[in-house]
């Protein structure tokens, strides 16, 4: 029947993907080789080099863009379809069959006979699931479907666990604790936490047990979505991508895509970036969604930008605003030509990102493009027409950031006046918000500004950026930021008077105030992490134990399965800094 269907479609997929992984994994061996694929993009050899134009024009014919003969010429047939090629790619376009354009010819080809083993598996599953999706918007089991995933003992003794944490036995008691949890829904949430979870501790086996438990064919698809980014986050860009390209609706495969570019540029892995961002553009011809179509091939833009790759970050944008002109009137495009525009701003061109908020009609969208134009000047130490465009933002809340952000941009560049002038706007702008629990964001953003400049800027100015985000603490009223800013105070290299113990008595306090035990685990993860970062082992380590010791009171199950999978993702943090 139907269900049986959906299970069909979804084992398909588990196997394609296994598959996929598998073959991707020889990936690796060639890394060495492709490494140098961006820095070659726009070398140019000599037009008529003939066995070079040959072997282009062969390649070209393989990956089914070229049709014209195998004649050794550059010509305007050629030339045309090596242009194509490079825009799609997000490359230098110059139209020469250069060597650095047979290396991504011959990478995109391989790429592709490795796909297409994984498209010609997992065909009929995909085409399975996409039909269960639409006859069945509410999947659930039948209803004397007595098959129940076996129960286990949810107050079993972790102490031994706890007493010496490791990312199996933490996942294991997360996977035990999720099995007693009776709801589906609220079991299925607990196992794609978990599936993430054992990805990320490169736990291939256990993972692919944990997703064929998965029930709900919609979770299980974000879940494999939230698979492909753990890889990323880890550097595993093969298993990336591959996770990601298997992702069975179009929408998501191809945001999931574009996130797993952006944390490859972050982690600055050029290479895998770009090559997830080519998958990224082949992808838009079939999508769902014109308009979705062009805010992708905008964020595309941008992080070919930050890979190095600028003339393909501008081609791609100009091609974005181009696509979006043509749409009908009545199509609601305000919100993507904001997302254009602050491409524009981020590729460096703030120029042109001002001439189109000129079209833009309202204040939520105008926002992110001024503050993305204040960034760019920030950056290039232009201070004064930073602080003039964020002065042009009219809702307080979004000015404190504005102004905090630019703070610690200029701190990195040595600019202190401007940075502690930038600090004491934000205070000034974060008075100004009325809604109390913005309000208390926008003052806690203060504080951890204040902080990350003193962090940058050194002891000599310590106190005086102390006692400003002291004076921004005192106006955190919610429980969860007001610990989240002590805490970080408390972890600071210089606390005022070097009193750091009665620091962190009081962000002890604040955090014992929190009353969901899951969120006091949450933020000292967070806490373990950035410690980490800061290369202050020992603060991190304490943050992680006493996050063990909040879980080992955890009753509930499902919660106590969200707790042990996020204390994996903390031990593995901790273990790769």
């Known amino acids: 029947g139907k269900r049986n269907r959906i299970v069909t479609g979804i084992l398909v997929f588990l196997v394609a993907t296994q598959i996929t992984t598998l073959a991707f994994a020889g990936a690796n061996d060639r890394s060495s080789r492709a490494s140098s694929e961006l820095a070659a993009v726009g070398q140019v050899v000599p037009a008529d080099d003939p066995r070079q134009i040959r072997r282009a024009q062969q390649l070209l014919t393989e990956l089914e863009l070229y049709r014209g003969a195998i004649s050794g010429r550059l ?30 010819l011959q990478e995109r080809l391989q790429s592709n006979a490795l796909l297409n083993r994984m498209r010609r598996i997992e065909r009929e599953g995909r085409a399975a699931a996409r039909q269960a ?7 659930r089991r039948p209803e004397n479907n007595q098959t129940k995933p076996f129960r286990a003992d949810p107050s079993r003794d972790v102490s031994r666990c706890l007493a010496r944490p490791t990312k199996t036995c933490l996942l294991r008691e997360a996977v035990v604790s999720a099995r007693a949890v009776h709801k589906d829904n609220m079991r299925d949430w607990a196992l794609g936490e978990i599936l993430v979870a054992q990805t990320r501790a490169d736990f291939s086996d256990q993972a692919m047990a944990t997703a064929r438990q998965i029930s709900d064919p919609r979770l299980f698809i974000r879940a494999m979505a939230n698979v492909a980014r753990a890889h990323a986050r880890v550097g595993r860009a093969a298993e990336a991508l591959a996770a990601a390209e298997a992702i069975p609706d179009a929408k998501i495969r191809l945001e ?7 944390i490859h540029a972050k982690r600055n892995e050029r290479v895998a970036a770009h090559r997830a961002v080519s998958r990224l553009l082949d992808g838009l011809p079939v999508s769902l969604s014109q308009l979705n179509d062009i805010v992708l091939r905008a964020q595309a833009a941008r992080i070919l930008h930050r890979i190095g790759a600028v003339a393909g970050a501008v081609a791609n944008l100009e091609q974005s605003l181009a696509q979006l002109r043509t749409l009908p009137p009545g199509i609601k495009s305000n919100a993507v030509l904001g997302d254009i525009a602050s491409g524009f701003a981020e590729i460096g061109a703030p120029a042109r990102a001002l001439k189109l908020i000129d079209e833009i009609r309202t204040d ?32 307080a809340r979004f000015r404190t950031q504005a102004f905090a952000r630019i703070a610690e941009i200029l701190a990195r560049r040595g600019r202190k006046e401007e940075a502690f002038s930038a600090l ?6 974060a008075r100004k918000v009325h809604l109390r629990f913005v309000r208390s964001d926008a003052f806690a953003r203060v504080a951890f500004a204040a902080l990350e400049v003193s962090a940058i800027t050194g002891p000599a100015h310590s106190r005086e950026l102390f006692e400003l985000a002291e004076q921004a603490l005192a ?56 410690y ?23 009753g509930n199950t499902w919660s106590r399965a969200r707790a042990f999978a996020r204390l994996s993702n903390t031990l593995v943090s901790l273990r790769n800094l």
């Open 475 to 530: 106006k955190v009223g919610d429980t969860e930021r007001r610990a989240a800013v002590l805490w970080a105070l408390a972890g600071s290299r210089w606390p005022i008077d070097g009193d750091a113990t009665q620091a962190k008595a009081r962000a002890q306090l604040a955090l014992d105030d929190i009353k969901s035990p899951l969120r006091r685990i949450w933020l000292l993860g967070d806490l373990a992490e950035s």
């Open 75 to 104: 010509d305007r047939s050629t030339v045309r379809v090596i242009r194509n090629f490079q825009r799609s790619a997000g490359v230098d376009i110059d139209g020469q069959a250069s060597a650095a354009l047979l290396k991504a």
């Open 256 to 262: 999931g895509l574009a996130e797993v570019a952006a």
């Open 133 to 139: 999706l639409r006859t069945s918007p509410t999947p």
């Open 424 to 429: 004491n706007s934000a205070l000034a702008a």
């Open 532 to 554: 980490a970062t800061q290369r202050q082992s020992d603060n991190a380590w304490l943050a992680f134990r006493d996050a063990l010791e909040i879980a080992s009171e955890i």
């Open 364 to 395: 939520n969208v105008r926002i992110p493009v001024l503050i993305s134009i204040a960034v760019v000047h920030a950056r290039i130490g232009d201070a004064t027409i930073a602080v003039h465009s964020v002065e042009r933002i009219t809702a």
